[in-house]
Structure formats: C-alpha cells, structure tokens
C-alpha cells in the first residue's frame, strides 16, 4: 500500500512538471519518442560491464539508434570512472550515416539529505564520422534526485560543447521504479534546444528499462547457504556422538 501511494504520487509529481511545461510545449519542434534499454553486470566488486541500446522515432519512423559497451570502474565512495564505445547509426531519406564514438567518464555523487543526491557525469567523446571531420566533444550532466521506497523522481541539465562553443542544451524532467532487486523502469520527458535548430526547442518523450543481473550475489548466496547448511548437520553430528558417549559413561557395570 506505501509503494503503491508514492507511486501515485511521484507520478503525479512528473505529470506536473509537464503541464507546467505546457507553454513550451506549444512552440515550434516535432515531438520524439525515445526508448532505452540497459543491462549493467557486476563483475568484482569494483568493476562493472555495461551495455546500452537505444531508439529514437519522429513521425513514426526511426531515424537514430545507438548501442553503447564499456567497462566502469569504482574509485572511491561515490566517484566512479568508465571507458565506453558508442556505434550511432542515423537514418534518413537518403540513406544513413554512421558514426564511432570512444568516451571516458567521470561520475561523482553526493547525498545531500535523507532521500535527496546530487550526481553529476562529465564525458569526453572522440567522434569519428562518415564525410565529415573527427572531433573530441564535451558533455556535462548534473542531476538531482529525489528517492524514497522504490521510487524516485528528477531534474537534470546537460549541456554539449564543440569546439570551444556551446552548442546543445537538454533539460530533463524524470521518474524511475524499481520493480524488484533486477529491473528498474522509468519515464521522461525531456526539452531539447540546440544551435542547429537556431534553438527552438523539441519536445521527446521517453521510456527506459534497465537489468541488472544478480548472479554474483545469488551465487554467493547459495554457497553461504550450502556451508551453513552443512556445518549445522556436521554439529548436530558431533552433539549425537558426545550425548551417546555421555550415556555410555554414565552406565555402571553389571554385578554392582
């Protein structure tokens, strides 16, 4: 029933935010929708696999789609580093172009107070495309989240610098739910302006869902289990032998 309540409530809080978006939302853009899907692996306890895959439709028809693997290591306590490489396929009319995209990440994150944190993810692109100029880009992506029970609601900004200039900005508006220990869903909406648009704003709608296996753990689990399992048929072993060797010596001998 607490799940269930802020459930509610946290969505209620995100379409919120969209009616109150409800202005911006009237100006010019075609609206997209996005869909994003992830699977992240613990491997030690320091280092993680992730892989990411993502789609993007306007007018319905697909026109971007990326898959994302690296490799994301822990540092210390709330700052974590990752080397990930990026295939972008975009489509068109005439055709489509492709683009590799090798990118370092530096994450850190903070909690403020009980169920608020602030994280924030700087990432350095190498892009390297089809008819047109390699180039390194710079992003910057702060995010404030709000948790409590399962669920979780955000605000975040990211901005995009090439060449020295500003040249995209993507303000989010999100809401994330566990389901349980494996899966975690969510929506967003989110405002995109950018220089090539000559900053008028488009509008996209999106879903994410995200796996994280817990093999290690389960794993792990179940030999715990196995061992105290087996030490405790081992001790009851040992009382049965003391209890039964106790009797013999309490016994006296015949003819006394």
Do not use: C
Request: no cysteine.
């Amino acid at each position: 029933m607490k799940n269930r309540l802020q459930m509610k409530l946290f969505l209620g809080s995100f379409l919120s935010a969209l009616l109150l978006a409800g202005p911006v939302l009237a100006g010019p853009g075609m609206p997209e929708f996005w869909n994003t899907d992830k699977v992240s692996l613990g491997l030690t306890e320091t280092f993680s696999l992730g892989f990411e895959q993502e789609f993007r439709f306007a007018e319905n028809f697909m026109h971007y789609e990326h898959s994302d693997l690296g490799i994301k290591r822990k540092l210390v306590k709330g700052l974590s580093t990752s080397l990930r490489y990026r295939n972008v396929v975009e489509f068109d009319e005439g055709g489509s172009d492709m683009e590799h995209r090798p990118h370092w990440n530096l994450t850190a994150k903070v909690k403020l107070f009980k169920g608020l944190s602030l994280k924030n993810n700087v990432r350095v692109e190498y892009r390297i495309r089809e008819q047109k100029d390699d180039d390194f880009r710079y992003r910057d992506k702060g995010t404030l989240t709000w948790k409590t029970g399962r669920v979780s609601s955000y605000v975040a900004d990211e901005i995009f610098i090439d060449k020295g200039e500003f040249i995209r900005n993507r303000l989010y508006f999100g809401i994330d739910g566990k389901v349980n220990r494996s899966i975690k869903v969510g929506a967003f909406y989110l405002r995109r302006t950018q220089e090539k648009d000559d900053w008028e704003a488009t509008h996209i709608f999106g879903l994410k869902i995200a796996l994280t296996p817990q093999f290690g753990k389960r794993s792990s689990g179940m030999v715990k289990g196995a061992v105290a399992r087996s030490s405790t048929r081992s001790e009851n072993r040992r009382d049965g032998q003391q209890t039964a060797e106790a009797a013999l010596v309490g016994q006296e001998p015949a003819g006394r």
